[in-house]
């Protein structure tokens, strides 16, 4: 379908104008999303003669998916009626969203065209703290009250249900919209139309409080396995929703945000091909700089122990294969203990147990590599088994320090209330490089007497 409508909009030299009737009810039969993503093909101008012909019922919808360029885009060429009627059919939250994306000038010119209302509701969500539950929560909920029957619950989900961001899930406040309960759809349908709300609730409801990070959020979504989160205030009044969708969202930013710290690069909100080149770098720059620096003091070990490599040049042949194995294994130990602690497997009270498990995993891996290291340097290196017992047991004791430094180092971070993404390869590589180079002297001059 996609190719089908891309093919009609690019003939006749692009003159959309020429096909409407044909586009049309290609279009009111296509998924938003789909059609948010024909507009990543197509150039200005036909981005704002394709949105002008969509049916005005999903018009707002594939607004909220589009692209912030093309969002901007749409809202210049509207008139100020159109910014109005778009706005009002979107979801707060998808109009906060796209507010904090908007220059300043766009911004003005949409809140001016917003009801009174709504820009009510944008301005208080605009007000939380960023990444926090209340940023990224919708006000357009569908609240009942208690001592209502199902059937004018029913009633009430018949006459709002079109504005609200979902109605599977119901909240049954009291008169000051203290949150009492939830109610699903299916509990509705279920009962008997006489049944009180109260009734069929179910009462002490898992809820976010407005403050809470976006993150911790995210958790309680894939611990309960919700559609839908309510928010609450200091005053346990219901203040607004949290929806899947949103949730995605944020679990994609927050693992991209992980990826790049460990990828030892500053977080960017913006996508790698519309980031600028003077950013790019920046964002590189500063942990290049950091690590280069901290290399000085992998260089400063070896020229400690400059006297001993005179003695024995063949040693030098040994440092990047036991520094890299070192990094390496941190790195594997690293990887898995953030990944445990940002879903919730690992937390700071399980310290000791992740060293224990670090050290038996470090034993064996350790064990593994320097059998075939030992054999494999005594057979490629004039069979001095001297040597070989020097380099393996440097090797043997690289890899153990790496694998509880890379367990340890996260939890540590945790705990000073760092981001435990930081204390990622980069990190622990330049740490371990200097533990390894420690100790592979350290054992060479016992072994070898140099």
């Known amino acids: ?28 039969g296509m998924n938003t999303v789909d059609i948010a993503e024909i507009f990543e093909e197509l150039d200005k101008e036909k981005i704002i003669r394709l949105f002008r012909i969509l049916p005005k019922d999903i018009a707002s919808e594939v607004f909220a998916y589009a692209d912030s360029d093309e969002q901007q885009y749409i809202i210049e060429a509207l008139t100020d009626t159109e910014i109005g009627e778009i706005m009002s059919k ?9 507010i904090e994306e908007m220059p300043a000038n766009v911004v003005g ?45 029913f009633d009430t989900i018949r006459n709002t249900g079109l504005n609200k961001e979902t109605i599977y899930t119901c909240y049954v406040i009291s008169w000051d919209r203290v949150l009492l309960g939830v109610v699903t759809a299916k509990s509705l349908m279920l009962a008997r139309p006489d049944e009180r709300i109260g009734d069929i ?23 309960y396995g919700f559609l839908a989160m309510p928010v609450v205030d ?33 977080p960017s909100d913006e996508p790698y091909l519309k980031t600028s080149i003077r950013q790019l770098a920046r964002n590189r720059i500063i942990w290049l700089m950091v690590l280069m620096l901290s290399a000085t003091i992998t260089a400063g070990i070896i020229s ?22 070192g990094g390496n294994a941190g790195a594997q130990s690293s990887t898995l203990i953030i990944r ?17 498990r670090e050290i038996r995993v470090g034993t064996l891996c350790g064990l593994a590599l320097g059998l075939v290291n030992l054999v494999r340097i005594y057979l490629m290196h ?44 980069p990190v622990i590589t330049t740490i371990v490089d200097a533990a390894s180079l420690i100790v592979f002297f350290s054992i060479a001059k016992l072994l070898l007497g140099l």
Not at 250 to 266: F, N, P, Q, R
Request: glycine share 4%; hydrophobic share 50%; net charge negative.
């Open 109 to 153: 010119r949409v809140l001016q065209n917003v009801n009174s209302e709504k820009r009510k509701l944008i301005n208080q969500i605009l007000q939380y703290p960023d990444d926090s539950a209340g940023s990224i929560m919708t006000t357009e909920y569908v609240g009942l009250r208690e001592d209502a029957t199902v059937q004018e619950a």
């Open 90 to 98: 979107l979801f707060v939250d998808d109009a906060v969203d796209f």
């Open 304 to 325: 400690s122990f400059e006297e001993g490599l005179a003695v024995l040049p063949i040693l030098v042949a040994f440092i990047p294969m036991l520094m890299d194995t």
């Open 340 to 356: 445990g602690m940002a879903v919730g497997e690992i937390r700071l009270r399980d310290i000791f147990r992740v060293v224990w």
């Open 1 to 28: 379908m996609k190719n089908q409508i891309l093919s009609i909009i690019n003939a006749d030299s692009g003159d959309i104008s020429n096909n409407i009737s044909t586009l049309k009810p290609l279009l009111s």
């Open 382 to 425: 004039g069979r001095d088994i001297m040597l070989s017992v020097t380099v393996t047991l440097s090797l043997f004791c690289t890899i153990l320090i790496a694998k509880t430094v890379g367990g340890l180092l996260p939890l540590f971070a945790k705990r000073l209330k760092i981001d435990p993404a930081i204390m990622a390869a």
């Open 234 to 266: 200091k005053e346990q009044r219901l203040v607004g929703i949290i929806t899947v969708d949103d949730i995605v969202e944020v679990i994609v930013e927050e693992s991209t945000e992980d990826i790049e710290k460990m990828g030892a690069l500053a």
């Open 201 to 223: 609730m179910k009462t002490y409801p898992v809820f976010a409080h407005t403050t809470d990070d976006q993150e911790a959020v995210a958790n309680m979504f894939q611990r």
